[in-house]
């Protein structure tokens, strides 16, 4: 049989194959092998959770694992006290002090990668935390961190949690305004960024649209600490007076030493603004003791995590996954985190498995939108380099179609890696819906049962629980150590999203709430539950979370526009993409000038992610007679689909004219 015959033979079968049991090979060396955790976890919860506080050291220990007392303001390791920054160094100093925490890869391949091993990462956070001490900036105080991925990040995050400082990190691709808003929501005196980054080849200006964020701010900012990342291939910004150079600030506090303040459990660690239904993005708060718990235990039973690996997340720091899994559950453990500045087709398209051979990387932590693409450049790339290093594949950020998966399964991970397809929210901390990879088989396109410890229920609008098969909402029933504690400044909002529909919200009895993540799912009769997507007006573009609505003022704020709509639809590689629908003000026209604004003035707002597929002029949107636009409809044209149920509609004709428009 010939090589292709027997590769086209192997697709025939894989394709069949609808379970597939976790390699011999790993289960054989896994975290967790026994299988009795589940039902231990059960019987014993809340208390189950001690073991994710047991793999953190605390200052002083807790007196209480869950206190429900005032839900759904739920409180974990009550009393007890620890610091984020000493559990990620301080503590892995004696046995790894002189082993890698951070290789970092940069997007040019002429220039030196970087290690820091624990000694030095320890040595310039504290550094990093007495220039921000000596700035003022003291516990409690949140400090917003814009910047791409650069070490100076992880860096400027770990700092932060050192003295105490709540850091809200915004995503280095999303624009000045959504900055502005970011610092203005949370009043954040403090700012850490960079003057550019390196984007497919090209230095990129990023102090310019800090800068320009900076403008938008409504209350005072102290001070700007601007990391020198391009050096020659910079843009010439003259700092202003209330802005230092990071390397002066680092060199002027040369060996300084930082006593690591001792936090609260419940004190908050960090913001971290996520896209919610209504314009205004939601500030999600995570605590220091139940997240960094909750960050750790997942990066342990879940990614596998050993001290001795070299794990690779492919994910943004500017993402909650990055936080979670590059960052603070990856150091928790004393493992080696990768960190790559760049994207994955460049110089060319097998840059990450060029890292992966030359670190031998043990575990890939990537996007199903990045398998689709990787798919379709096709597998010479990967081919091409010994990826054998390979242990353990996950992915996260959206569901994953089975022939993504098992396209991963076979060219990435050799059909001897499992892979975990996890299923969480910026809001869970951490992940929630995955298989054990040392204990259960695995089913491609389902994400899997809930965790141990954890009560997901597949629910109808009544909530319910509905049977096997059919669709419905996901809920989780049982608080757990990871979730958020509430939106910053917001607790009606915290309670109006997650947890209203269905929990009798008078009730003061915790069995009586029950939090809402906003997605559709299905369960099967094994228990894996398959995610079928948001149910909200959040749109999941590359799996980061826009909210319509947000998109949509972005739109209406263009000179010309008097009224929009936006979709999701259906894209290849994206899984989901950004689709307008706009009716023009009179005296304007729906020409190729008008679009270009709008494209503009969606990336002024939010940035290039938000990008449209396509904008459509319409002299009307589909409406109930109501006057709800019937987005139902608009998906249906975004998907060139057959038309659903215009019926209600007070003007069911515009439909087949939007799609006319839509076609040209
Ligand atoms: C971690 C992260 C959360 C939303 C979530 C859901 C979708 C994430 C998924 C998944 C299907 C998976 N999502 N993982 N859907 N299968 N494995 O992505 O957080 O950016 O807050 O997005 O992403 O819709 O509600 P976040």
């Given at each position: 049989m010939s090589g292709d015959d027997a590769d086209v033979e192997l697709e025939a079968r894989l394709e069949e194959q609808a379970e597939f049991e976790p390699p011999e090979s790993f289960v054989e060396q896994a975290n967790v092998t026994d299988a009795s955790v589940y039902d231990e976890f059960e019987e014993n919860w809340p208390e189950c959770w001690e073991g994710a506080a047991d793999l953190l050291d605390w200052d002083s220990d807790y007196d209480q694992v869950l206190d429900d007392s005032n839900p759904p303001f739920f409180e974990w390791f009550t009393n007890g006290s620890l610091n984020a920054s000493a559990n990620c160094l301080d503590r892995h100093l004696d046995e790894r002090g002189d082993e890698a925490a951070i290789e970092w890869v940069g997007e040019p391949t002429d220039e030196a990668d970087r290690t820091y091993t624990y000694a030095e990462l320890h040595r310039e956070v504290n550094e990093f935390a007495a220039g921000l001490r000596e700035m003022g900036v003291g516990e409690g105080d949140i400090v917003t961190l814009y910047m791409p991925m650069i070490p100076e990040l992880p860096i400027a995050m770990l700092a932060c949690a050192r003295i105490g400082a709540p850091h809200s990190v915004v995503f280095a691709g999303f624009s000045a305004d959504a900055l502005a808003t970011r610092m203005n929501a949370a009043d954040s005196e403090y700012l850490v960024t960079c003057d550019g980054y390196y984007r497919r080849g090209d230095p990129l200006d990023h102090l310019d649209k800090a800068n320009e964020g900076l403008s938008g701010v409504e209350h005072e900012v102290s001070d700007v600490v601007v990391v020198d990342?391009?050096?020659?291939?910079?843009?010439?910004h003259d700092l202003t007076d209330t802005q230092r150079d990071y390397d002066d600030v680092v060199a002027a506090n040369e060996g300084a030493e930082v006593e690591p303040v001792e936090r609260d459990a419940e004190d908050m660690l960090f913001l971290m603004y996520t896209s919610g239904t209504t314009g205004e993005p939601k500030g999600v708060k995570h605590t220091t003791g139940g997240y960094l718990s909750w960050a750790a235990w997942t990066s342990q039973a879940v990614l596998d995590i050993k001290p001795e690996d070299t794990y690779f997340c492919s994910a943004d720091i500017g993402w909650i996954t990055g936080h979670s899994y590059i960052v603070y559950g990856p150091l928790a453990l004393g493992t080696t985190t990768m960190m790559y500045e760049g994207t994955p087709d460049y110089p060319e398209r097998d840059r990450l498995w060029e890292i992966i051979e030359e670190y031998e990387a043990t575990q890939l932590y990537t996007a199903p939108t990045a398998i689709r693409s990787f798919m379709k450049w096709g597998s010479e790339f990967p081919d091409q380099h010994d990826l054998s290093s390979l242990r353990l594949l996950g992915t996260v950020g959206e569901p994953i179609n089975p022939r993504a998966w098992k396209w991963y399964y076979k060219h990435i991970g050799n059909e001897e890696c499992p892979i975990v397809d996890t299923w969480w929210q910026t809001e869970t901390g951490g992940m929630m819906i995955t298989t054990l990879p040392g204990v259960k088989k695995m089913k491609p396109g389902s994400a899997g049962p809930p965790l141990p410890g954890l009560d997901v229920e597949i629910v109808d609008n009544a909530g319910d629980q509905i049977e096997p098969g059919r669709a419905g909402y996901l809920t989780v029933q049982k608080p757990w150590p990871g979730m958020l504690r509430t939106l910053y400044k917001n607790d009606e909002r915290y309670i109006d999203e997650y947890w209203a529909e269905y929990s009798d919200t008078d009730s003061d009895d915790p069995d009586d709430w029950v939090y809402f993540p906003e997605d559709g799912a299905k369960i099967d009769d094994d228990g894996y539950i398959t995610v079928l997507g948001r149910v909200d007006d959040v749109i999941n573009v590359s799996g980061h979370r826009l909210g319509t609505m947000e998109i949509e003022s972005a739109i209406v704020g263009v000179e010309g526009v008097a009224e929009a709509a936006v979709v999701g639809g259906d894209h290849d590689i994206k899984g989901e993409a950004v689709y307008a629908y706009v009716i023009t003000e009179d005296g304007y026209e729906g020409d190729d000038d008008l679009r270009a604004r709008i494209v503009e003035g969606i990336e002024d707002a939010i940035g290039p992610i938000a990008r449209p597929e396509q904008v459509v002029f319409t002299p009307e949107l589909p409406k109930t007679r109501s006057g709800k636009i019937m987005r139902r409809l608009l998906e249906d044209v975004a998907n060139d689909e057959?038309?659903?149920?215009?019926?209600?509609?007070?003007?069911?004709?515009i439909v087949s004219e939007i799609r006319d428009q839509a076609r040209n």
């Open positions: 990342r391009l050096g020659d291939d910079g843009f010439g057959e038309l659903g149920d215009t019926s209600t509609l007070r003007n069911p004709e």
